[in-house]
């Protein structure tokens, strides 16, 4: 298996994939901006789910639907987290090992993650960030690790405010899954740049 993972400071409704994977919370804000952005790529059909109540984002509720053109990538799944109260690490490696689960069920082999933003300090993002590569990583080694030509692409969509802690999470990504798989990380981040002053 070869693992391609990439921390970019895109949209993820710009990302060139099959799909895109949204973590959101119970009842998502149109306020906020990623969501925002691709319900209004979407013109407002996702809002619409919500408002409606088709779609709540309890935990574990998943929602996958063809974006017809709409936005970059050909599908959009979105995967409930629950309230943000109860969220941790714990419920983080169930729902993203689920995730990864139907994604591969479903033959995705290309997909952008975008995570919630998480009220605390921007170090505990890049945790939650960091062991979410590594699940959805392990959950597809586990089921492809014999196959030498399986190629997994991970694209992460950030807010500017977290790159600064992308160095210390692609530190760590690269000392625990490469010795397993041949992996290839990329970062949007720049050297020398703090992005809370830009």
């Known amino acids: ?5 990439r921390f970019l400071n ?23 901006d990623a969501f925002a952005n691709v319900n209004d790529k ?24 063809a974006t017809q053109d709409t936005i970059m ?3 959009l799944l979105m995967r409930g987290l629950g309230q943000e109260e109860g969220f941790g690490m714990e419920l983080l490696n169930r ?6 689960a139907v994604l591969d069920s479903i033959g995705i082999r290309e997909f952008a993650v975008r ?15 960091e062991r979410a590569a590594s699940c959805l990583a392990e959950t597809f080694y586990t089921r492809h690790k014999d196959e030498p030509d399986f190629i997994l692409k991970i ?10 802690d992308i160095d210390r999470v692609t530190k760590s990504l690269r000392e625990t ?22």
């Open 42 to 65: 979407m013109g407002g059909y996702l809002g619409d789910l919500i408002d409606s109540g088709v779609w709540t984002g309890e935990t574990g509720e998943n929602l996958l639907l």
């Open 115 to 129: 995570m919630p933003s998480l009220d605390g300090p921007l170090r505990q993002y890049g945790l939650y960030l």
């Open 177 to 198: 899954l490469g010795p397993r798989v041949e992996l290839s990380i990329i970062s949007d981040r720049q050297i020398n740049r703090d992005y809370e002053e830009a």
């Open 95 to 100: 729902e993203i090992s689920q995730t990864g």
């Open 155 to 164: 694209f992460f969509s950030l807010d500017r405010d977290f790159m600064n």
């Open 73 to 75: 990538a050909e599908k």
């Open 1 to 5: 298996m070869k693992l391609d993972l």
């Open 10 to 32: 895109r949209p993820v409704e710009d990302l060139w994939c099959q799909a895109i994977v949204m973590l959101v919370f119970s009842r998502p804000s149109v306020a906020d």
